[in-house]
Every structure is written in structure tokens, then in C-alpha cells.
């Protein structure tokens, strides 16, 4: 089982970053699957979730209206669109398969003029 992000980088305040996560090794698309971050000091987030089929997706406040999930299951990869971005998104960013347990090995996205 394999959870490969991709997209991470260096963006100024109120840019746009697409991070990616290629999935392999079990049936993508029967699992949600979600999107976390970790920024330095502190715990592990949620920022969102997008159900098996994608037709229901969740946000907590603070990304809301900036971030979009997505899920495309014929090539097994669930994005997360970051749009409008702030210093405080500064994180490292996680896939998951949490009904799997399954993490991928994080992707830097730093926020900074």
C-alpha cells in the first residue's frame, strides 16, 4: 500500500498550490479519504474529507471557501486545491485512508513573502 503526495512548495500569501495523492495497493475507491496538515508545535488536522464516491466533502472553518477536495478514482489520486492562501497554512500535509489506517509521507507547503 503506497499514499504518495506531490505539489508541496514555496508560495506567497494569497497563491495557489495543488497538492496530489496517488494511491496504490488497495481499492481507492471504496475508501474516503481525507486530507491533514501538521504545522511546526502542533497537532495533526483535519482539513478535509471527501466520501468513496465523491459526492459529500468537509472542511473545517479555517480552509473553508479556499480549499477543494477532490477524488478521481479512475486514476486512483484524491487533490486538494488550496486557493487563496495564508501564512498560518504553512504545514506539512498528509493523505489519508483512515478506515484503512493508511498515511502518505507528508508534502511541504511553505506560506511566506
Known amino acids: 500500500v503506497q499514499l504518495v503526495e506531490s505539489g508541496g512548495g514555496l508560495v506567497q500569501p494569497g497563491g495557489s498550490l495543488r497538492l496530489s495523492c496517488a494511491a496504490s495497493g488497495f481499492t481507492f475507491s471504496r475508501y474516503d479519504m481525507s486530507w491533514y496538515r501538521q504545522a511546526p508545535g502542533k497537532g495533526r488536522e483535519l482539513v478535509a474529507f471527501?466520501?468513496?464516491?465523491?459526492?459529500?466533502?468537509n472542511y473545517p472553518n479555517s480552509v473553508k471557501g479556499r480549499f477543494t477536495i477532490s477524488k478521481d478514482n479512475a486514476k486512483n489520486t484524491v487533490y486538494l486545491q488550496m486557493n487563496s492562501l495564508k501564512l498560518e497554512d504553512t504545514a506539512v500535509y498528509y493523505c489519508?485512508?483512515?478506515?484503512?489506517?493508511?498515511w502518505g509521507q507528508g508534502t511541504q507547503v511553505t506560506v511566506s513573502s
Open positions: 471527501i466520501a468513496a464516491n465523491g459526492g459529500s466533502t
Open positions: 489519508s485512508c483512515i478506515p484503512r489506517g493508511y
